[in-house]
């Protein structure tokens, strides 16, 4: 399986994180993906190849213009303030406001933003636009010469919706990758999104349309972040009616259980008959996870990337969160490797 991955990804590193009241150094941090190309070495992965640069047509078809534009001026703008900090949102657009995008650079972080902890730097636009181009690439892959790939995306993506960031996020790199399969003749597309936080990002892209499955096991957002979308009666709308599955799980959930939830969501990707799967992976399913709650070994990410090979679909695996850090590589293995000797 080949490996997608940007040295780019170092050029997002914010200093801080708005967490518990504190300005915090992120969880998602640079040494993630260090971690994960280390022990995929290790193993005798091949060595990660370099993105091609993202093509913005295919962006364009998941993300809105205004969105795009904003990413691409924020810092330029916030900065032309004087602003010493980095850019992080403070007055969100909340119920019985305005829904119009405002001239200054305060209000566009707010008009544009899904959660509050997330920082722009001078450089976040350039790793994200790497981040994107991994899973484009990787895509790509898959349509041609592989059956399986991985885009080893940093930042992460599936936070990240049609017009709105935040949870980490700025483009959404498994819908870039699911559009880009579309767009290279697959018919129907699956994601499964198997990060502990809910994909509110990738099912607001999808909620319209049955021409990509969004399928989710993740924490019951009455009790995790993303908090506001992730419930198992978000079904999808109009076209999309039946094409978003969502499996909320309550805190200590352990794999007996997570597991039943994946062979139920394996099977209706079965029944759809997907021309490829897009897994979301995020392994902070894991029991030492610093900001999650799910109880996952390091061996249950062998059993359930096995699970997933098994179901035979043109796989592709685009990283998410994860922030045990020192972990992150060895369970990130696991999936693939699990995955590869099904
Ligand atoms: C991104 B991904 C920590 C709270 C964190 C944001 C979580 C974003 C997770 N104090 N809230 O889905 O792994
Ligand atoms: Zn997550």
Not at 94 to 119: S, V
Not at 264 to 286: E, H, K, M, N, W
Request: charged letters at 20%; hydrophobic letters at 40%; a negative charge.
């Amino acid at each position: 399986m080949k490996t997608i991955a940007s040295t780019d990804h170092v050029l997002h590193f914010p200093k801080a994180e708005l967490s518990g009241g504190e300005l915090v150094r992120p969880y998602e941090c640079p040494e993630r993906w260090d971690y994960i190309v280390e022990a995929l070495a290790n193993s005798g992965f091949s060595a990660p190849q370099a993105p091609t640069p993202l093509d913005m047509a295919t962006v364009e078809k998941v993300h809105g213009d205004d969105y795009l534009r904003f990413l691409a001026q924020a810092w330029s703008l916030w900065e032309a303030e004087g602003y010493q900090g980095e850019a992080l949102p403070m007055a969100v657009p909340n119920r019985r406001m305005q829904q119009r995008e405002p001239e200054n650079i305060n209000g566009k972080l707010g008009y544009f933003a899904g959660a509050t902890e997330t920082a722009i730097t001078a450089t976040t636009w350039q790793a994200v636009q790497s981040s994107a181009a991994c899973a484009q690439t990787a895509a790509r892959l898959l349509g041609t010469s592989e059956t399986s790939a991985f885009a080893l995306c940093r930042p992460p993506g599936h936070h990240a919706g049609f017009d709105l960031y935040g949870g980490y996020c700025f483009l959404n790199n498994a819908a870039i990758a699911a559009q880009q399969l579309r767009d290279a003749g697959a018919s129907k597309v699956a994601i499964l999104d198997v990060d502990f936080h809910h994909g509110n990002g990738t099912q607001d892209i999808f909620y319209e349309r049955n021409d990509v499955l969004f399928v989710s096991l993740h924490g019951n957002p009455g009790h995790a972040f993303p908090y506001f979308l992730g419930y198992a009666d978000e079904t999808g709308k109009n076209e999309g009616e039946g094409y978003n599955i969502n499996y909320p799980m309550l805190p200590g959930t352990r794999y007996s259980v997570w597991s039943d939830a994946l062979t139920d969501a394996l099977d209706r990707i079965d029944q759809y008959f997907p021309d490829a799967l897009v897994v979301s992976l995020g392994v902070d399913t894991f029991e030492r996870d610093p900001i999650s709650f799910f109880k996952l070994t390091s061996d249950d990410f062998t059993r359930y990337g096995n699970a997933i090979g098994k179901r035979k679909h043109p796989t592709l695996f685009v990283m998410e969160g994860g922030y045990a850090v020192e972990e992150i590589g060895i369970n990130t293995r696991n999936v693939l490797q699990g995955f590869l000797n099904a």
